[in-house]
């Protein structure tokens, strides 16, 4: 049964309402929507939540023992497919359904579940809980709509607001702990969970307890915590310059790295990461002193623009200075192209204790100066005017970078994206505000390049997939679908 009603009787702008005659006018329909409708969208939301279980099926399936695999491999990999189907159900079924009264499949198809004698949304857990309930319906999204349908506001006080950062960061380093034991458990040589346990908490110095100790536990800690200092350098960095795309590359940190890199294999003939490191570092640090002190030459003040110009400038010549080695010297191409990809594979335990004064150093400088940052992403002149010393707190702000891209750098070669990416996740959760935007993109970082780095191991065994290559595979698309929101110049 369908009925027809006025699509809109208010009065215009001139305060005069239209004659009833000059609108068309709009068939709404009532009562449930089609059956095929229902089922098509039910389709797809059950697709949402099958594709995970199907590619965990398959990768469980791939990593039988007659393949190279082993039990944790199988037991990591089918966990995870099974916590994100389930995670994408509550989210699917329960937050957007219960919430907003549509699911993907039924965003799709336009339809709205409601309450059948209220015609409300009908909350999370009546979402969840039901199967076949008579008192709910669904219908179409006109019809919802000429009902009064209104999806439940999100509670935004301040107590609310606060409640759900500290719930997302105990769910956030509840998740890192699972991806670091993982990380811990994945390997070229399989391991099963006795052997893990047994290397963790009585190691006899075996066979296995040698793999665990000196070579994947050295490699875990080390891609977290340069996940952390990467995530959070991106997030001052997006912050300072006021630029969504901008991360490491930008201010010309990862090319003084390069160089000086180059520069270090070229007239020492050094060979191995843990030589390169201390070029490394004072390349980025040189780098970032000469993008600031070119920044400030004028007016004093280095602005979100003229960081940026500069940045690309010192950028540009030092990847020249850099092809410009290379080219003349077989070796240095050689040490070079391996260091460019970034890897934290082959770095051992010294390599993270000598990096990891620098890191903490910078984090603790990066976490003191966000109260600040809040001020200035307002504008300089409102930070001026609020009695924001800006070129000092730009200044804090170069120094933690500094630090924390180049002791990154300098310990796994230049990796991208995860300063790229990681500050707008974190920014989707909790807003704006830096106290709370710094932390969690420190963990997103560093969950991100250790998954990543665990993905690598599994996906070309029996070798290595370096993580500066599937963070390029998996966060260029990423990126792509976060640069289509309109929502992200709004820094």
Known sequence: MTTTRLPDSDPDASGHPHPPGDYAKEVVPQGPAPRYLRVLANLVDIGVVALPLVIGWYLVDSLADARGGGEADRAVFGGAAVVIAVGLFVWNRGFREGRGGTTVGKGWFGLVTRDAETAAPIGVRRALRRWRGHDIEVVRESTARADGFEPIASDTSLAAVRRRRLLGLAALTLLLLLVLFASVAVGARPLSF?????????????????????????????????????????????????????????LGLNAGAAFFVVLAIYT????SPGEYLWFAFA???????????????????????????????????????????VIVDQTSLDGYRFWVVGSVSGRGIDIFWQVLPFLVLGLVIAVASTPSLNVISLGEDVARSLGTNVALSRTIGIVAITLLTGAATAACGPIAFVGLVVPHVARAITGPDYRWLVPYAGLLGGLMLVM???????????????????LAVVGAPFFIALVRRRKLASL
């Open 452 to 470: 990543s780095d665990v993905i690598g191991r599994v996906v070309v065994r029996p070798g290595e997939l370096q993580v500066g290559i599937v």
């Open 268 to 271: 020492l003939g050094l060979t």
């Open 283 to 325: 390349g980025s640090a040189a780098a970032s002193i000469v993008v600031f002190g070119l920044s400030s030459i004028g007016n004093g003040k280095a602005s979100p623009l003229s960081l940026a110009l500069a940045g690309a400038a010192v950028a540009f010549f030092l990847q020249a200075m850099t092809n410009a080695v």
């Open 194 to 250: 006795g052997e893990v346990f047994h290397a963790l908490f009585q190691a006899t110095g075996s066979e296995t307890d040698i793999i665990v100790r000196t070579l994947r536990i050295p490699r875990t800690l080390l891609g977290l915590v340069v996940g952390i200092a990467l995530g959070v350098a991106g997030a001052l960095i997006q912050g300072h310059t006021r630029n969504p795309l901008a991360d490491a590359g930008l």
